[in-house]
């Protein structure tokens, strides 16, 4: 039911990318600029992330001995090194995630650019190399980020609802791993209920969210696909919400045959099995319209 599924490394059924978007408050000034040391409640519910739920998250992965990927806007990694250290000692892969999680469908093509970099240099000073992928914040691409991401060397992206296995972008002069995300497993549609940012789900009980993650994990084991969650620390790394993590964890773990895996390794097992002629992807040139289709 899944067309052309990739073989994964060591005959296993399913590939899991556990990823978090460790936004802090950077997604508070962003919005709010200057007025954004007026909400002391918001900035406090975002600050939880590098304080509390991200050294917890990290340790948890760390003895459960799998990776993850932690997407991180670069005033993150500047203001709040001590948590990314946390990361980097669960051996994280650190992605980009905009420098102040900037929407990038607001943004010039220039701003864009800017922004790229500026997030760029922020993890490689870091940890010492460049990131190799990108989640766009809000899931905000513009038209021109695909083009920025291939021209500034990036090996992946993992913002879209594209597909259940990985797909390659190809724009003509270059092309870029794209690492889907299932629609389904943003963490806030199941938890997050905060006046301070006019977002009120009904909260679920974190059994109940566990139910969606593991009936979709289930899927992915069965049909052989890509499964990435779309986590936050300051939204599952509360403590309820992270005993669900590390129940589900159990689970994959119990069912076995799992490819526990970083995104960069995903994109890297795609270059290779595509180099080696063992397998070969869906391709979406992009851009996906090459004119307007109504005016
Ligand atoms: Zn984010």
Not at 27 to 34: C, G, I, L, S
Not at 86 to 113: C, V
Not at 235 to 254: C, D, F, K, N, T
Not at 263 to 291: C, D, M, N, Q, Y
């Amino acid at each position: 039911m899944i067309a052309n599924p990739p073989p994964w490394p060591n005959g296993a059924r399913c590939a899991v990318a556990f990823s978090f978007d460790v936004d802090a408050d950077s997604v508070v000034h962003a919005a709010h600029r200057a007025g954004a040391r007026d909400l002391p409640q918001a900035l406090a519910h975002m600050r939880y992330d590098p304080f509390v739920g991200t050294p917890r998250l990290a340790d948890m992965f760390a003895r459960a001995g799998v990776p993850l990927t932690a997407f991180v806007p670069g005033w993150v990694i500047e203001t709040y090194p001590a948590a990314i250290e946390t990361l980097l000692k669960a051996g994280a892969e650190l992605g980009h995630h905009g420098h102040f999680h900037e929407w990038p469908s607001k943004q010039t093509r220039d701003e864009e650019l800017a922004t790229l970099r500026r997030g760029s240099e922020a993890i490689e000073r870091f940890c010492g190399a460049k990131p190799k992928g990108y989640r766009a914040p809000y899931y905000g691409l513009s038209r021109a980020t695909f083009d920025l991401l291939i021209e500034e060397g990036f090996a992946y992206d993992s913002s879209l609802f594209a597909d259940d296995i990985p797909i390659l972008l190809d724009n003509g002069r270059g092309s870029l791993v794209e690492l889907p995300v299932p629609a389904s497993v943003d963490d806030y549609n199941q938890y997050v209920s905060a006046r301070a940012f006019d977002y009120l789900m009904k909260i679920s009980p974190p059994s109940q969210a566990l139910a969606v993650f593991r009936e979709e994990f289930d899927a992915f084991w069965e049909l052989g696909g890509l499964f990435v969650t779309v986590w936050h620390p300051a939204v599952s790394g509360r403590p309820a919400q992270a005993l669900a993590i590390r129940a589900l964890i159990e689970h994959m773990q119990a069912k076995g045959d799992v490819w526990f895996a970083t995104l960069a390794e995903v994109a890297g097992h795609v270059r290779a099995l595509e180099a080696a002629g063992t397998w070969s992807p869906r391709i979406e040139k992009t851009p996906f319209h090459i004119r307007n289709i109504l005016e």
